[in-house]
């Protein structure tokens, strides 16, 4: 059992409270960490730290070449850690330790790319139809970031925030989810390990209301982003919006993977149960939508059914374990809720449909790979995030049918085609009204590539050269050569 505080300022520092919450393994059910339970006034202090580090001493004044050198010292540390961190991690939040491995060791690839970016990031000189005038313009910090992930894969997560933000030179206060915060916090001794100076990057715990609200209405924050449900990004939206404050809203999905006719079918397969079942579909970018042609609907649900069910379920710990835990008592409640839902409204159980009990395991957060056909596009299990191992198989008959059911939806994130016509994997990239689109593939992500949603699934772009300019505002500088004469109430 380790007790974790605050960290604000370069310190770890008690809450005001003198209250903590505990943390669960997912897995075996055991309380094996305590994190400090934050509200306002640590907020305030973590904000203030980081206010003073924008405004004033050794980041204030640090070249972006010198704050890219430190990104990438991060980077190297961070690839030192990454088993380690990805045990922390799995102890967390229940993911599966074959993903995770990679996943930790991958995300020094975005501190590695934002600091070779750091020093990149130029303005221009304007062409001017002022006579006598330069023109120029500048891409300068926001300032204080308040950064809020989810507790799916929390340091991903932060790495898509923290490295452009940082490259930019901006400061932060991350509020990790209080269900999964430890590998967040033993982050912050990376950081500093890593020479970034107190006070830069902060980090204070506790619950969304308590310790996040406070944070994104504070005076002092100058940017907001996050991760998270739609009905929460719409929260901080509103929030944000009484400042006239820019957000990055990162927000949920009900993606569409569509399968044609003439798709490999065996990869298809493969596809679609690794876009809803891999994170025991406890991901934003999850395939939860499975479109497929009518013409070879039978064949292709009896293959997903026979390949899904043979699934092993177990210890995320285990290399050949398929499916884990369900992170939090509440997503697990709300997963079977679901599943109850669409069983009500008349789709067709085909696989699962409940609970799994894992012999031995004092945990019972395990619910079975499920899939229902019968499924209608206006079902509630069809149109509402899930966010869990429960897949839905809409059948379709043209393109147009597949681009009508796919876009019919509150929802925007990503989308997946199958398809051996390059001309309609064009087409649909085209009209797929999602941030991202898979052709062949799925869940594929970089620290190159933009990423993001449209319509309720977010606000701005995570990862890639427009990641930077969301942490950045551009100013205009206008210089006379020459002085002014005239009449000065006419604009010249």
Request: aromatic share 8%.
């Amino acid at each position: 059992m380790k007790t974790y505080n605050h960290y604000i300022n370069g310190a770890w520092v008690e809450p005001s409270s003198n209250a903590y919450l505990d943390t669960d393994n997912p897995y075996t059910g055991e309380i094996w960490a305590k994190i400090a339970r934050g509200n306002a006034q640590d907020v305030d202090r973590a904000v203030m730290a980081a206010k003073a580090a924008f405004d004033e001493g050794e980041w204030a004044t640090m070249r972006p070449t010198q704050r890219g050198k430190l990104l990438v010292r991060l980077a190297e540390i961070i690839e030192r850690e990454s088993a380690w961190l990805a045990e922390l991690e799995v102890r967390d939040n229940g993911k599966l330790i074959a993903e995770m491995g990679l996943q930790t060791k991958y995300l020094a690839e975005w501190y590695r790319y934002y600091g070779g970016l750091a020093d990149k990031v130029e303005g221009a000189v304007l062409p001017s139809d002022r006579p006598g005038m330069f023109n120029f313009t500048r891409h300068e910090p926001l300032g204080v970031v308040a950064m809020i992930t989810a507790w799916n894969s929390p340091l991903l997560l932060l790495a898509w925030k923290l490295a452009p933000a940082l490259a930019a030179g901006n400061t932060a206060v991350v509020k990790p989810s209080e269900y999964t915060s430890v590998s967040t916090l033993e982050f912050m001794g990376l950081i500093k390990e890593a020479g970034i100076p107190d006070g830069v990057v902060n980090c204070v715990t506790g619950l969304g209301m308590e310790a996040g609200a406070p944070l994104v209405e504070h005076p002092h924050v100058a940017k907001a982003a996050f991760t998270g449900s739609d009905t929460a990004g719409q929260k901080v939206y509103e929030s944000a919006a009484k400042k006239i404050m820019p957000v990055t809203l990162e927000l949920g999905g009900k993606s569409p993977n569509i399968v044609f006719e003439d798709a490999d079918l065996d990869a298809a397969v493969n596809g679609a149960i690794s876009g809803i079942f891999a994170a025991t579909g406890q991901t934003c970018i999850a395939g939860s939508r499975l479109l497929v042609q009518r013409s070879i609907h039978d064949k292709f649900v009896e293959s997903l059914v026979r390949i899904a069910g043979d699934a092993r379920i177990g210890d995320p710990m285990s290399m050949d374990t398929h499916v884990g835990p369900v992170t939090t008592l509440a997503q697990y409640d709300k997963i079977l809720h679901y599943i109850d839902v669409a069983k009500r409204e008349g789709a067709v159980c085909a696989l699962g449909g409940k609970p799994y009990a894992a012999s031995g395991v004092a945990s019972s957060r395990f619910v079975e790979p499920t899939i229902f056909t019968g499924v209608t596009n206006d079902m509630k299990i069809a149109q509402e995030e899930v966010f869990g191992p429960v897949l839905s198989v809409i059948p379709f008959d043209t393109e147009e049918d597949a681009i009508r059911i796919a876009n019919d939806i509150v929802f925007g994130l990503a989308a997946g085609v199958w398809t051996s016509d390059i001309g309609r994997a064009l087409r649909m990239s085209e009209k797929l009204k999602a941030g991202t689109v898979w052709i062949n593939t799925y869940r594929a992500v970089s620290f190159m590539t933009p990423f993001g949603g449209f319509k309720r699934s977010g606000q701005g772009r995570e990862s890639g050269q427009d990641a930077i300019k969301e942490y950045m505002q551009v100013k205009s500088v206008w210089i006379a050569q020459t002085m002014a004469t005239g009449n000065p109430f006419i604009m010249r």
